[in-house]
C-alpha cells in the first residue's frame, strides 16, 4: 500500500494522474516568469508596433514657433478689415520670408511681408501677436510664383490670427505626450519625430527560435521521398510570431534523434528569448522532443533530476499534447521552452492560444489575447466532450450587423487549405459536444483588424462532422 502510494506520488508532478490540464490552467504555466523584457532605447523605425517602457515629456513646442499655414502675406487684421473686390487695400511688400528662413523683418502697421506655407510669421511692431493674420495669396493680386512684388492689394479683410499656426497649440515644452505602456504606431512614431527624438525607450521584440522536427519533414524546395512532406510548421509558426512583433527565424528541421535535436538547439540558445518546436511529444515510438527534452539538461525545468520541459495533454481539441520547460543559454539566462503538436492545424492553434499570449506579455503588452467577437452559428458542427474546441469557422455579418459563422472544412488537424479559408476560430466550451444552428459561441478574429468578410468561401473537400484529429 505504501509502496503503491509512493508511486502515485512519484507519477502525480509529471502530470501522469492528474488528467488532461484545462487550457486556462496550461496557459497560466506557460505564462510563468514572462515577463517585459528589459526596455533598450531604439531608432524610432526599430520600434514601430512595440510598447514604449517611458513617458515622454515634450522637450519642445509644438508648433515651435508661430508659423503660416498658408502661402500669402503677413498683415495686421485692422489694416485689411475694410478690404474687398470693389474697394481693395494696397500695402507695401517689405520682406520675403520662405520656410526655414532665419532672418524674419518686422511687419509695421500698414505693411506687408510676404510669407510662404511653414514659414514663421513676423512679430508686429507696435501690436499684438495675435493681431497679426496672414491673407492667402488668391486673395490678393498678387502672382503665386515669382518674386515678391513691390505692393499687394488685398481683396478680402481676415480675421487677427487668421491662418496663423500658433506655437504650442499643439503640444507645450513640458507636456507629457506619450505614456509609458502605449504601442507606437506609425503617428506614435511621427510624434516622436517631431518632437526631435531619434530613439525611444521601448521593450524590445522578443528572440523566438522556430525548431521543427521529424524524420519525414523536407525543406520547401527540395524533394519529396516516399512518405515525406514538407515542414510548413516552422514557416507559420515563424511569420505568426513576427505578426505578433517578435524577431522569430527557423532553423532547418532535424530528424527524430534525439542527440541531434539538442545539438541543434545548442548553439542557437544563445540567441534566444523563446524556443518553439513542432512534432515529436504525443504517444509514438519516435518522439525526438519529448525524448529529448525530457532529459534533465542544464537550467531547464525539473532541477537537477527532473526533465527540462514538462509534457502534458491539455483538454483541447486540437492542440492536446503540449509541454512546456526552460533550457540555460551559455551567458546564464533561462531561455523558455514551448513544445507544440506536429500536426499543422494543432501547432498554429497552439500558438493562438499559448504563444501569442507569451509574446504579448513579453512585449509589455496588457491585453493578451485576440477580440474576440460574438458569433451566431449558421452551419453547425461536434465537438469532443471534455475539451475546449477551438474550432475553424468563417465569420460574415449580416446587414444588421450581425456576426455569424459557419463551419469550415472537417476538425482534422492536417487541412491546412481549410485553415487559410477559415477567419476565426470558435470557442467551444468542454461541455458542449454538439454546436447547433442558432447557438451563440465567442469567436477568436484571426484577421487583423478585421470583423467582416466578404465573399463566398472556397469549397472544402471534407465535411464538418467528421472524425476528430
Ligand atoms: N496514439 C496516439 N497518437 C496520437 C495522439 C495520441 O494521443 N495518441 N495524439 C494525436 C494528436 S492530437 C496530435 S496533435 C499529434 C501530435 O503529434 P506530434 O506532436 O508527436 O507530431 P508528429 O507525430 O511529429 O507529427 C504529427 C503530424 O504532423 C505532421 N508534421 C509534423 N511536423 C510537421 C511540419 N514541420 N510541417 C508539416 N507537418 C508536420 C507529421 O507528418 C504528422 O502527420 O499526435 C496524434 N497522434
Ligand atoms: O490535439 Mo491534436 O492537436 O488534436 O490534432
Known amino acids: ?6 508511486r502515485r506520488a ?55 514657433f508661430d508659423g503660416s499655414s498658408m502661402d500669402g502675406y503677413a498683415v495686421l487684421a485692422a489694416d485689411v478689415a ?28 500698414g505693411r506687408a511681408v510676404r510669407v510662404m506655407t511653414g514659414a514663421t510669421v513676423p512679430v508686429a511692431e507696435g501690436a499684438a501677436a495675435a493681431d497679426v493674420a496672414v491673407v492667402q495669396v488668391e486673395w490678393t493680386d498678387a502672382a503665386q510664383t515669382g518674386p515678391a512684388p513691390a505692393r499687394v492689394a488685398v481683396r478680402r479683410p481676415v480675421g487677427p490670427g487668421r491662418n496663423v499656426r500658433r506655437a504650442g497649440e499643439d503640444v507645450e515644452e513640458g507636456e507629457t505626450v506619450l505614456r509609458a505602456g502605449e504601442r507606437l504606431s506609425p503617428r506614435h512614431l511621427g510624434l516622436l519625430a517631431s518632437l526631435g527624438r531619434p530613439a525611444v525607450l521601448v521593450h524590445p521584440r522578443p528572440r523566438v527560435l522556430v525548431l521543427s522536427t521529424g524524420t519525414e519533414v523536407v525543406e520547401p524546395g527540395e524533394p519529396l521521398g516516399p512518405g515525406q512532406i514538407h515542414d510548413s510548421n516552422s514557416t507559420v509558426l515563424v511569420a505568426a510570431c513576427r505578426e505578433a512583433g517578435a524577431d522569430a527565424r527557423r532553423v532547418r528541421a532535424v530528424e527524430d534523434e534525439p542527440e541531434r535535436l539538442l545539438a541543434a538547439l545548442a548553439p542557437e540558445l544563445a540567441g534566444a528569448d523563446l524556443v518553439l518546436t513542432t512534432g515529436g511529444v504525443s504517444a509514438g515510438a519516435y518522439e525526438v522532443v519529448k525524448e529529448a527534452l525530457s532529459r534533465p539538461l542544464p537550467g531547464g525545468a525539473g532541477g537537477a533530476d527532473g526533465p527540462a520541459v514538462d509534457f502534458v495533454r491539455v483538454a483541447m481539441q486540437p492542440g492536446g499534447p503540449q509541454g512546456s520547460g526552460w533550457l ?5 539566462r533561462r531561455v523558455r521552452v514551448l513544445t507544440l503538436p506536429g500536426n499543422p492545424v494543432s501547432a498554429y492553434v497552439s500558438f493562438e492560444a499559448f504563444v501569442r499570449p507569451w509574446l504579448r506579455r513579453v512585449l509589455g503588452e496588457v491585453e493578451l489575447q485576440r477580440p474576440l467577437v460574438e458569433a451566431v452559428v449558421d452551419r453547425g458542427w ?65 484577421e487583423r483588424g478585421s470583423t467582416a468578410v466578404t465573399g463566398p468561401p472556397r469549397p472544402t473537400t471534407t465535411e464538418p462532422g467528421g472524425p476528430v484529429a
Not at 490540464?21 to 515577463?35: P, Q, Y
Not at 526599430?46 to 515651435?64: K, Q, Y
Not at 470693389?86 to 526655414?100: E, F, K, N, S
Not at 446587414?399 to 472544412?409: L, P, Q, Y
Open 382 to 446: 461536434r465537438s469532443v466532450e471534455g475539451k475546449r474546441q477551438l474550432y475553424r469557422v468563417r465569420l460574415e455579418r449580416d446587414h444588421d450587423g450581425v456576426a455569424h459563422v459557419g463551419a469550415i472544412g472537417g476538425p482534422g488537424s492536417h487541412l491546412v487549405a481549410d485553415l487559410v479559408t477559415a477567419t476565426a476560430l470558435a470557442v467551444v466550451p468542454e461541455e458542449v459536444t454538439d454546436v447547433r444552428p442558432g447557438d451563440t459561441l465567442a469567436c477568436m478574429l484571426l
Open 1 to 6: 500500500m505504501a509502496a503503491r502510494q509512493r
Open 82 to 109: 475694410g478690404a474687398s473686390d470693389d474697394a481693395p487695400v494696397v500695402l507695401d511688400v517689405t520682406g520675403d520670408v520662405p520656410a526655414g528662413a532665419a532672418d524674419v523683418p518686422p511687419l509695421a502697421p
Open 328 to 332: 540555460a543559454a551559455p551567458d546564464g
Open 10 to 64: 512519484d507519477l502525480r508532478p509529471l502530470g501522469l494522474l492528474s488528467g488532461p490540464r484545462r487550457l486556462e490552467d496550461h496557459l497560466a504555466v506557460v505564462l510563468e516568469g514572462a515577463d517585459p523584457l528589459p526596455p533598450r532605447r531604439l531608432p524610432l523605425l526599430e520600434a514601430l508596433d512595440l510598447v514604449l517602457a517611458e513617458d515622454v515629456v515634450a522637450g519642445m513646442s509644438l508648433p515651435r
